[in-house]
């Protein structure tokens, strides 16, 4: 708005002020309406029109809005909805700067209005008309206090009144009261709005605090959305040596929260000269050559199915792809990202894949400030970079999928572990127990075996006391409801036939999604019959229908004369949000790696191999895994 157009906005709602305020209700005898009457639902009209300046409000049409709010008190005196129109009326007083007559309007409804249940509305406008009229702030603070007590039976309208006693603490120089107020309103939880009016009240209150008053405020309160700007406070006012890496780490920790843009801000100060960018290419560093190199050249098809998909199926700007070998070797991962990032300078890099080369290259990785997304799962690497995301499948949320399924959907209560001494099998296993836990499931037997042994006959003896009753069995008062086996393929298919042997049966096994080979259905036979397990792709059984589904499914075949694989369906579906990320960046007219990975934190992809996927704050994955069953010698879905 210019200034010509704001002054006269401003000196059309003058005029108008005077005539609302003439049309103020008044009733020359007050008949006091019963209160239950008086509360009773509006009339229709009185709800349309109440619709209609509301309209005009949010259109910023608040000349018309007020006109309209006025009609709707001046017509219908005797419904509560009167006094919600004249304190409608004050919000927007206050909202176009003039106090006076959002004061005297508030006075109105509460004048006109005794009985009016929800008054304390009009009370608190009250206040903030007192307090921009530049009234004493401790009178202000004592009654804002004093109206605590009666904003509890609506959490919006302590909202509002905390806002207001964080105003008027900062404004009085009671600097620890005011961040006494914002611990108590993120504490309770705010609607997204409110949350996003008290980071505007932390950023100008927190950003000026002192060190003894920031470091008052750290051991004090412990709301998780405050306690980044004072983290972020702290810092600024640090010695300077240390700086970049303090900011890197603070960013990594809180990538969504609103702090990060001024942290990202203040990182291009401090991060040097950095290698430009050339939006053209995504660079890609796997294994293709050496033990490993099968996995990397899935992988690589994947990403090539995407860059043309990402043409020819979503129309979006052409990218080039250029590769470089790590050898699964950390060392050559590293050259090969110096390679892609100074002499290809590519905007963003896809890999690797083993966590020793994600954990090598991250000194490099900050230093330059490239978004990577390592085909690795988040939980093994130990990372304090923000420019780090990881794009494998997350065994935390494959699990919880696959008993949040076995608790809701089968009402399995009572639960059993026989897992491998190896370190796979002892990770899937503190995860499982965790989140049965989390679900208020009971691991009622936990029990081992030594990896490549073919007799289970002694760790079965040990399941066997807790069996389903009715099997023959002497059992315990908790039976298991199921069993979880996080092994392979080969070896599920030899435990499977010697638990009906020793008296194991009417348990349902579990696994992961290491049991979606097909050789595990030939080998297993009947003993399987009823097994869950999640996936982390089963293109024959998920998703049946999705276009960009069978498209990957069918162009990938057609392309290379295989199936794909969950690698392929990885690499394919980070690169299509890489490409999204940077299309956004690119409409901001700017190639700015810092851009484009806040631009990776946001952006989603709504269908297509592993179903809707996006990163989370933290930098994993998240995605759906489909639960699996095997039913009548076949592979179903029935998550579904």
Not at 546 to 551: E, K, L, N, T, V
Not at 553 to 574: H, I, K, M, S
Request: proline share 7%; net charge neutral; aromatic share 8%.
């Amino acid at each position: 708005m210019t200034a010509t157009h704001a002054s006269r906005f401003l000196a059309c709602m003058f005029v108008l002020s005077t005539f609302v305020l003439s049309c103020a209700p008044r009733q020359q005898v007050r008949v006091q309406i019963p209160e239950a009457v008086f509360h009773q639902p509006p009339p229709a009209e009185a709800q349309a029109l109440w619709k209609e300046a509301v309209a005009l409000r949010n259109a910023g049409r608040l000349d018309a809005a007020l006109a309209a709010f006025q009609r709707i008190a001046t017509f219908f005196p005797s419904n509560a909805i009167a006094p919600a129109a004249l304190t409608a009326q004050g919000d927007i007083w206050l909202q176009a700067q003039n106090p006076k007559a959002a004061r005297q309007t508030y006075e109105a409804a509460l004048k006109e209005f005794p009985q009016w249940r929800e008054a304390v509305t009009a009370r608190i406008g009250l206040l903030e008309a007192r307090w921009s009229e530049g009234e004493n702030r401790k009178r202000l603070i004592e009654e804002a206090q004093a109206l605590w007590e009666a904003t509890a039976p609506q959490p919006a309208w302590r909202q509002r009144l905390i806002r207001l006693l964080v105003g008027l603490n900062r404004d009085a120089g009671h600097v620890d009261a005011a961040v006494f107020w914002l611990d108590k309103g993120y504490a309770a939880q705010p609607a997204i709005e409110d949350q996003r009016l008290l980071d505007q009240e932390a950023s100008s209150l927190i950003l000026t605090l002192d060190g003894p008053t920031v470091e008052r405020a750290l051991h004090t309160y412990g709301a998780e959305r405050l306690v980044p700007f004072l983290l972020y406070r702290r810092m600024q006012l640090a010695p300077p040596e240390g700086r970049r890496d303090a900011l890197l780490k603070l960013m990594a920790q809180y990538p969504q929260h609103p702090i990060a843009r001024s942290i990202e801000e203040e990182l291009r100060g401090v991060m040097g000269p950095l290698p430009q960018a050339d939006p053209d290419k995504l660079g890609c560093m796997v294994p293709l050559s050496g033990p490993h190199s099968a996995h990397g050249r899935r992988l690589v098809k994947g990403v090539a199915l995407a860059l043309r998909h990402w043409e020819k199926l979503f129309r979006g700007t052409p990218a080039r792809l250029v590769l470089a070998d790590t050898q699964a070797n950390p060392n050559v991962a590293v050259s090969a990202l110096s390679h892609l990032v100074q002499e290809e300078r590519v905007l963003a890099v896809l890999g690797p894949l083993s966590p020793k080369s994600v954990e090598a290259i991250l000194a490099a990785v900050n230093e330059r400030g490239i978004p990577v997304i390592s085909f690795t799962e988040k939980r093994r690497v130990t990372s304090q970079t923000p420019f780090l995301l990881h794009a494998f499948l997350d065994h935390q949320d494959m699990i919880a999928a696959l008993l949040t399924y076995c608790r809701n959907a089968l009402g399995f209560q009572n639960f059993g572990v026989l897992y491998p001494e190896e370190p796979y099998g002892r990770a899937l296993r503190e995860i499982f127990l965790r989140t049965v836990q989390e679900l208020d499931g009971k691991v009622v037997v936990d029990t081992p075996y030594t990896p490549g042994m073919t007799d289970f006959k002694g760790p079965i003896h040990t399941l066997a006391h807790h069996v389903p009753k009715g099997s023959g069995a002497e059992v315990s008062d908790t039976p298991l409801d199921a069993l979880f086996i996080p092994d392979a393929a080969e070896t599920i298919a030899l435990i499977a036939p010697q638990l009906p042997y020793y008296n194991v049966v009417g348990v349902t096994l579990l696994g992961t999604n290491l049991w979606e080979e097909k050789s595990l259905l030939s080998a297993g036979g009947v003993y399987l019959e009823g097994a869950l397990f999640p996936s982390a792709f089963q293109h024959e059984t998920s998703r049946m229908g999705d276009s960009f589904q069978d498209a990957f499914t069918r162009d990938y075949r057609e392309t290379y004369g295989e199936e794909p694989d969950f690698l392929a369906a990885q690499g394919y579906t980070a690169t299509l949000l890489a490409l999204q990320a940077r299309e956004q960046t690119l409409k901001e007219g700017q190639v700015d790696r810092l851009r484009f990975r806040q631009w990776l934190l946001r952006v989603e992809l709504p269908t297509g191999p592993l179903g809707p996927v996006r990163f989370a704050p933290d930098g994993h994955m998240e995605r759906q895994y489909p639960i699996l069953q095997i039913k009548g010698g076949a592979v179903v879905r029935v998550d579904q």
